[in-house]
């Protein structure tokens, strides 16, 4: 008889539940039952035969097919499907999808700009997974303005939480007596991680917008609202994170 079991956490994931390792904390946290008992990481589901909760509500295997969303995420909205202080979160944004989406990483409450929706577990690791180093660029306006040691200090890296930063590219849009705009890419996706590289070298961050990912750029897509991805431009995305897997093994291959 053929075993029709996978992991809990990569049923959750395929199922638009969350990331595998955000899955994996829910887990972990005791919020999910398989079949009325209390999951453990580990664990094996039958699709098709077990009924799985997350905090009490049904997990609905998906049937319709992948979706993938790019979001203008507006200033003052946190990156989270529900909040349990009431504060205005990206679900409200994206509450006509029928398909149960989750983000795919984060921007934080004060952050604007790009930001993906799906319900393709795998997809969301791959864009998040550290060993993927997917690029982001954001235009973030920083005050006073940067003079040039803190522009190499924030290309070369700068430590934050005690390790330094990847190096990062730094461009200088725009500037005056008091304020600089800057656009700067990085690779890696630490929290909060513009915000803490312009404080550790004694710039405040006053406006961050994320502007692209990889190959996706927002455009003119307009505050508070979305669009669904292209097949070519969800390709091109995994292609770039396949890239970006199969360097960084390289160079650890070449360290060992």
């Known amino acids: 008889m053929a075993d029709n079991k996978i992991r809990l956490q990569k049923f959750l994931a395929e199922n638009g539940v969350a990331s595998r390792r955000k899955s994996e904390e829910l887990i972990e946290r005791g919020k ?11 664990d094996k589901v039958d699709p098709k035969k077990d009924l799985v909760t997350v905090s009490g509500e049904k997990v609905v295997p998906v049937s319709s097919g992948n979706v993938y969303i790019m979001l203008n995420k507006p ?8 909040d349990e202080m009431g504060r205005k979160c990206v679900a409200e944004l994206v509450a006509d999808i029928e ?44 005050k006073p303005a940067a003079d040039e040691e803190q522009l190499v200090a924030l290309s ?9 930063t990847m190096p990062a590219s730094v461009q200088v849009m725009g500037d005056d007596s008091e304020r600089s705009v800057l656009q700067i890419t990085i690779h890696e996706g630490r929290n909060r991680q513009i915000r803490k590289m312009c404080e550790a070298v004694g710039l405040e961050t006053v406006r961050l917008k994320r502007i692209s990912m990889g190959s996706l750029k927002l455009g003119s897509l307009s505050v508070g609202t979305y669009r669904e991805l292209k097949k070519e431009e ?22 060992n």
């Open 75 to 82: 200033r003052g909205y946190v990156t989270t499907m529900s």
């Open 234 to 255: 969800v390709s091109a995305l995994k292609r770039a994170a396949q890239k970006a897997k199969s360097a960084n093994e390289q160079k650890k291959g070449r360290r």
């Open 156 to 164: 070369s890296g700068v430590v934050i939480d005690g390790k330094k």
């Open 32 to 42: 999910v039952r398989v079949n009325g008992h209390p999951a453990s990481l580990g």
């Open 99 to 142: 398909e149960r989406i989750f983000p795919v990483g984060r921007l934080d409450r004060d952050s604007e700009g790009l930001l993906l929706f799906t319900n393709d577990g795998e997809f969301a690791n791959m864009m998040t997974h550290p060993s993927m180093h997917i690029s982001k660029t954001y235009r973030v306006t920083v």
